[in-house]
């Protein structure tokens, strides 16, 4: 298949400390690629380094085969067709469900066109078309403090994509559900999958063992192990380091 993403010997320091410890890995296009383990592993700062927050003092982060956007800044990696989904949702509350998907819609991010841009029939059937695939059509004139956490959470993913990315960055998007919510939340994955790759930090094991088309395991800032979920909840390495205390604990 097809790579979507290259991480190449990708080094991250803070004063000294190594989070991320020269990272080599491929992302396969339509892959819902999840990143597991221990805390402090490297995670989330490895997101960083994909979507520009941070800049890595050596490797390369090659996007579509051909753009090192490992010196691009956060709203030039946007641009090009990677969003990013923090793990504590961050929609406008005073705003409806739709009117959060209609800012989310356009693409220039200045304070004018958010404030004055009028959505084109095409946006708006886009919008629709999202709405209904994360379940919030029937509520798209409520204002997001009448939603579930998890709905919550399904509306930033609907944000993301009324932006059209090549790449989805979700970072834990499961925490504080519960089981029914959480399952609703992989059968969107999955569904968004088909367009979109996607890359996943949780710590949920039977999320991801539900959900994962691969599984990356990250200790100390390196990569532990790679593999299919089964390959890698029987490696006795990632057993001692991770699932043996607090990934034994989410099963």
Not at 147 to 159: A, D, T, V
């Amino acid at each position: 298949m097809e790579s979507i993403l290259q991480i190449d010997d990708l080094t991250i320091s803070f004063n000294g400390f190594k989070a991320v410890n020269h990272v080599k890995t491929e992302i396969e296009k339509g892959e819902i690629r999840f990143f597991i383990g221990p805390n402090g592993a490297g995670k989330t700062t490895l997101l960083d380094a994909i979507c520009g927050r941070v800049r890595p003092q050596s490797g390369q982060v090659m996007f579509a085969g051909e753009i090192d956007i490992s010196r691009y800044s956060e709203h030039e990696i946007v641009n090009i067709g990677i969003g990013r989904k923090f793990q504590v949702p961050s929609v406008f509350t005073h705003m409806t469900v739709n009117e959060n998907m209609e800012l989310a819609a356009v693409k220039d991010h200045s304070l004018y066109s958010s404030i004055f841009h009028k959505p084109q029939k095409e946006q708006m059937e886009r919008i629709e078309d999202i709405l209904v695939t994360i379940g919030l059509y029937e509520k798209r004139f409520n204002t997001p403090k009448a939603l579930s956490h998890g709905e919550k959470q399904w509306l930033e993913i609907g944000m993301l994509l009324a932006q059209e990315p090549k790449l989805m960055l979700l970072d834990e998007p499961v925490a504080g559900m519960g089981r029914a919510e959480t399952d609703k939340t992989g059968e969107l994955l999955t569904k968004i999958a088909q367009n979109c790759t996607i890359i996943v930090v949780e710590h949920d094991m039977q999320f991801v063992r539900d959900f994962a088309s691969k599984v990356t395991v990250l200790h100390e800032g390196a990569i532990l192990d790679e593999g299919s979920v089964y390959d890698v909840q029987n490696n006795q390495k990632v057993i001692d380091v991770y699932l043996g205390r607090g990934g034994k604990r989410d099963a």
